[in-house]
C-alpha cells in the first residue's frame, strides 16, 4: 500500500491542478470582460503589447534559438534514429549510402510542432496577461488623475493633457465619465489658456487652422457641411461647431457638432424653431436637460451642455457612433441570446433612471441607439417626468408613441416606472417575433392597447422561451399592478430564461 507521504503528495498536486484551472477559468472570463475595452480603446492594447514581458522574452528566445539551434539538435537525435541506408556492391569493395526516406518527413514534422508550439505559448502567455496589463492601466490612469489634479491651477494644459492620457486607459465607464467631466470643467476654467497650449504646439493660430496658416486668417468649413445648418458654431467663443444634420424627432433636429475646446464630437440638440416660441416645449426642453444632467449610466446618453441665446436653445450630448434599435429591428427578429442581452441592458438602464427619480414615457426602439460596441444607450428623455417635479402634464393631454404606450398612459392618466416596463414589455415582443403586438393607425392601435391581449410571442416565434413569453406577457399586462413591480425584477427574469 503506498503510504502517506504519496497520499500528501497526491492530494498537493490535485489541489495545485484545480487552483490552477480556477485561476485559468477567471482569467479568461477577465478577460473576455476586457476585450472590448481594448478594441475601443487603443492606448489600452498598445500598454498590453508593451508591458507582457515573459511573453518578450519567450518571442525573443523563440527568434533567436528556433531558426537554428533547437532543430538542429533535434535533426541531430532524429538522424541517430533513422541512421543513412548504406549498400555494398562489388564483393563489398564499394558502399553506397542513401538517407532513410523517413527522415525529411520527420524533421519537418518536428519543425512544424517547434513553431506551433512556441507560437501557441507566446500567444498564450500574451493572452493571459491581459487582467494584470489592465489592472496595471487602472493604477497608471489613477497615477495619471493624481497628478493633473494636483497641477490643474498651475499649469491646466499639463493637467488636461494627463485627464486625455488617463481617460485613454480607463476601463470603468463611471470613472471615465468622472475624468471627462474634470476635463469638461478644466476647458470651462482655462479654456483659453489650454487652446493656446495647443495652438503653440500646433504652429497654428486656431484649433481648426493647419500648420503654417496667416495670423488672423479664418479657415472655413466646407461648403457642403455648412448647407442647411441653423448657425456655424454656438456657445461662448464658439465652442462647439456644426458638422452636418443627424436626424429629427419628436423634440427637435440633432446635428453632428465638434467641442473645440475638448477637441471631441458631439451631438447637438436643438428645439424647433416652430416651438421656440411655445413656452410649454422650451420648459419641456430645459426638463430634459436637467433630466439628462442627473443620469449616469453606460446605457443612457450622456448630456455635456446646455446652450441657450439668440441662437434658441440647444443641448449638446454624447455622439453615439452606430444605428437605432428601429433601424436593427427593420432586419427581423433577434435570437434569444441577443434578446436577452439587449432587455438586460435596457432594464438595467430603466432602473437606473426610476431610482433616480426618472420616468422615460417615451421608451421605444427608435430612442434606444446602438453604438459601435453594439452596446444599447437610451436617449431622448424629452417628455419625461420627475418624480417630484412640481410641474406636470395638463390632465388629459397624452404624450408618447402609440404603439409602444401603456393602457393608462394611452388614457391621459397618471403614469409611474411601470410605464417604462410596459413599453420595454412591447419592444421585447418586437424584438423576439419582429411585429409589433398591436398594428393599424393611430386611433386604431389605442383602442387595441386599451381593449386587446397582445398575441403569445411563441405563436409567432417558437424558438422564444415559455420563460420569456410569460415575462413579456405580464410587462404588458393592462393593469400596472399586474406586471413586474421594478426593473429589476424585469432583469432577474430575464437573466434566467
Given at each position: 500500500?503506498?503510504?502517506?507521504?504519496?497520499?500528501?503528495?497526491?492530494?498537493?498536486?490535485?489541489?495545485?491542478?484545480?487552483?490552477f484551472?480556477?485561476?485559468?477559468?477567471?482569467?479568461?472570463?477577465?478577460?473576455?470582460?476586457?476585450?472590448?475595452?481594448?478594441?475601443r480603446?487603443?492606448?489600452?492594447?498598445?500598454?498590453?503589447?508593451?508591458?507582457?514581458?515573459?511573453?518578450?522574452?519567450?518571442?525573443?528566445?523563440?527568434?533567436?534559438?528556433l531558426?537554428?539551434?533547437?532543430?538542429?539538435?533535434?535533426?541531430?537525435?532524429?538522424?541517430?534514429?533513422?541512421?543513412?541506408?548504406?549498400?555494398?556492391?562489388?564483393?563489398?569493395?564499394?558502399?553506397?549510402?542513401?538517407?532513410?526516406?523517413?527522415?525529411?518527413?520527420?524533421?519537418?514534422?518536428?519543425?512544424?510542432l517547434?513553431?506551433?508550439?512556441?507560437?501557441?505559448?507566446?500567444?498564450?502567455?500574451?493572452?493571459?496577461?491581459?487582467?494584470?496589463?489592465?489592472?496595471?492601466?487602472?493604477r497608471?490612469?489613477?497615477?495619471?488623475?493624481?497628478?493633473a489634479?494636483?497641477?490643474?491651477?498651475?499649469?491646466?494644459?499639463?493637467?488636461?493633457?494627463?485627464?486625455?492620457?488617463?481617460?485613454?486607459?480607463?476601463t470603468?465607464?463611471a470613472?471615465?465619465?468622472?475624468?471627462?467631466?474634470?476635463?469638461?470643467?478644466?476647458?470651462?476654467?482655462?479654456?483659453?489658456?489650454?487652446?493656446?497650449?495647443?495652438r503653440?504646439?500646433?504652429?497654428?493660430?486656431?484649433?481648426?487652422?493647419?500648420p503654417?496658416?496667416?495670423?488672423?486668417?479664418?479657415?472655413?468649413?466646407?461648403?457642403?457641411?455648412?448647407?442647411?445648418?441653423?448657425?456655424?458654431?454656438?456657445?461662448?467663443?464658439?465652442?462647439?461647431?456644426?458638422?452636418?444634420?443627424?436626424?429629427?424627432?419628436?423634440?427637435?433636429?440633432?446635428?453632428?457638432?465638434?467641442?473645440?475646446?475638448?477637441?471631441?464630437?458631439?451631438?447637438?440638440?436643438?428645439?424647433?424653431?416652430?416651438g421656440?416660441?411655445?413656452?410649454?416645449?422650451?420648459?419641456r426642453?430645459?426638463?430634459?436637460?436637467r433630466?439628462?444632467?442627473?443620469?449616469?449610466?453606460?446605457?443612457?446618453?450622456?448630456?455635456?451642455?446646455?446652450?441657450?441665446?439668440?441662437?434658441?436653445?440647444?443641448?449638446?450630448?454624447?455622439?453615439?457612433?452606430?444605428?437605432?434599435l428601429?433601424?436593427?429591428?427593420?432586419?427581423?427578429?433577434?435570437?434569444?441570446?441577443?434578446v436577452?442581452?439587449?432587455?438586460?441592458?435596457?432594464?438595467?438602464?430603466?432602473?437606473?433612471?426610476?431610482?433616480?427619480?426618472?420616468?422615460h414615457?417615451?421608451?421605444?426602439?427608435?430612442?434606444?441607439?446602438?453604438?459601435?460596441?453594439?452596446r444599447?444607450?437610451?436617449s431622448?428623455?424629452?417628455?419625461?417626468?420627475?418624480?417630484?417635479?412640481?410641474?406636470h402634464?395638463?390632465?388629459?393631454?397624452?404624450?408618447?408613441?402609440?404603439?409602444y404606450?401603456?393602457?393608462?398612459?394611452?388614457?391621459g392618466?397618471?403614469v409611474?416606472?411601470?410605464?417604462?416596463?410596459?413599453?420595454?414589455?412591447?419592444?421585447?415582443?418586437?424584438?423576439?417575433?419582429?411585429?409589433?403586438?398591436?398594428?393599424?393607425?393611430?386611433?386604431?392601435?389605442?383602442?387595441?392597447?386599451?381593449?386587446?391581449?397582445?398575441?403569445a410571442?411563441?405563436?409567432?416565434?417558437?424558438?422564444?422561451?415559455?420563460?420569456l413569453?410569460?415575462?413579456?406577457?405580464?410587462?404588458?399586462?393592462?393593469?400596472?399592478?399586474?406586471?413586474?413591480?421594478?426593473?429589476?425584477?424585469?432583469?432577474?427574469?430575464?437573466?434566467?430564461?
Amino acid at each position: 500500500m503506498p503510504n502517506s507521504g504519496e497520499h500528501s503528495i497526491l492530494r498537493k498536486t490535485r489541489a495545485y491542478a484545480i487552483d490552477f484551472r480556477q485561476r485559468l477559468t477567471c482569467n479568461f472570463h477577465d478577460t473576455a470582460k476586457l476585450l472590448p475595452e481594448m478594441r475601443r480603446k487603443p492606448a489600452l492594447a498598445r500598454h498590453w503589447l508593451l508591458s507582457a514581458r515573459k511573453a518578450q522574452v519567450v518571442l525573443l528566445v523563440a527568434l533567436l534559438v528556433l531558426p537554428s539551434l533547437v532543430p538542429a539538435g533535434f535533426d541531430r537525435v532524429l538522424e541517430l534514429i533513422y541512421p543513412p541506408e548504406t549498400s555494398q556492391h562489388v564483393f563489398g569493395l564499394l558502399t553506397k549510402t542513401t538517407p532513410d526516406p523517413r527522415l525529411e518527413d520527420r524533421q519537418q514534422l518536428v519543425r512544424l510542432l517547434l513553431w506551433g508550439s512556441a507560437a501557441a505559448l507566446i500567444m498564450g502567455l500574451f493572452w493571459l496577461h491581459i487582467p494584470k496589463a489592465m489592472s496595471q492601466a487602472q493604477r497608471r490612469a489613477r497615477e495619471l488623475e493624481s497628478e493633473a489634479d494636483s497641477v490643474s491651477r498651475t499649469a491646466p494644459s499639463r493637467s488636461a493633457m494627463l485627464y486625455r492620457r488617463a481617460v485613454a486607459l480607463v476601463t470603468d465607464r463611471a470613472k471615465e465619465t468622472e475624468l471627462q467631466r474634470k476635463l469638461e470643467r478644466l476647458g470651462r476654467q482655462y479654456g483659453e489658456e489650454i487652446d493656446a497650449v495647443r495652438r503653440a504646439a500646433c504652429g497654428s493660430n486656431s484649433p481648426d487652422e493647419p500648420p503654417g496658416a496667416a495670423a488672423g486668417s479664418t479657415v472655413l468649413m466646407p461648403r457642403s457641411q455648412r448647407l442647411g445648418l441653423p448657425v456655424a458654431s454656438l456657445g461662448a467663443d464658439g465652442r462647439y461647431v456644426l458638422e452636418t444634420e443627424l436626424g429629427r424627432g419628436a423634440m427637435g433636429v440633432v446635428y453632428r457638432a465638434r467641442d473645440v475646446r475638448l477637441d471631441r464630437p458631439v451631438a447637438l440638440k436643438q428645439l424647433f424653431s416652430q416651438g421656440a416660441g411655445d413656452e410649454e416645449m422650451i420648459r419641456r426642453f430645459h426638463q430634459e436637460a436637467r433630466v439628462l444632467a442627473r443620469l449616469s449610466h453606460p446605457n443612457i446618453v450622456q448630456v455635456y451642455d446646455f446652450i441657450e441665446g439668440s441662437q434658441g436653445a440647444w443641448i449638446a450630448m454624447e455622439l453615439v457612433e452606430g444605428q437605432d434599435l428601429e433601424w436593427a429591428l427593420s432586419e427581423g427578429a433577434f435570437s434569444m441570446a441577443d434578446v436577452v442581452r439587449r432587455g438586460s441592458e435596457l432594464a438595467d438602464a430603466l432602473g437606473y433612471a426610476h431610482a433616480k427619480g426618472v420616468v422615460h414615457r417615451d421608451f421605444k426602439p427608435a430612442n434606444v441607439l446602438i453604438d459601435n460596441d453594439d452596446r444599447c444607450k437610451i436617449s431622448d428623455f424629452g417628455i419625461a417626468k420627475l418624480s417630484e417635479s412640481s410641474v406636470h402634464t395638463r390632465a388629459g393631454t397624452v404624450l408618447g408613441s402609440p404603439a409602444y404606450m401603456s393602457p393608462e398612459q394611452a388614457s391621459g392618466s397618471s403614469v409611474d416606472p411601470r410605464t417604462d416596463i410596459y413599453a420595454l414589455g412591447v419592444s421585447l415582443f418586437h424584438m423576439i417575433t419582429g411585429r409589433l403586438p398591436f398594428r393599424g393607425d393611430t386611433q386604431s392601435v389605442l383602442a387595441q392597447v386599451l381593449t386587446q391581449d397582445p398575441p403569445a410571442p411563441r405563436d409567432l416565434n417558437k424558438s422564444c422561451s415559455k420563460a420569456l413569453e410569460a415575462l413579456i406577457l405580464n410587462m404588458m399586462a393592462k393593469s400596472p399592478g399586474e406586471r413586474p413591480q421594478s426593473m429589476a425584477e424585469v432583469k432577474a427574469t430575464l437573466t434566467s430564461s
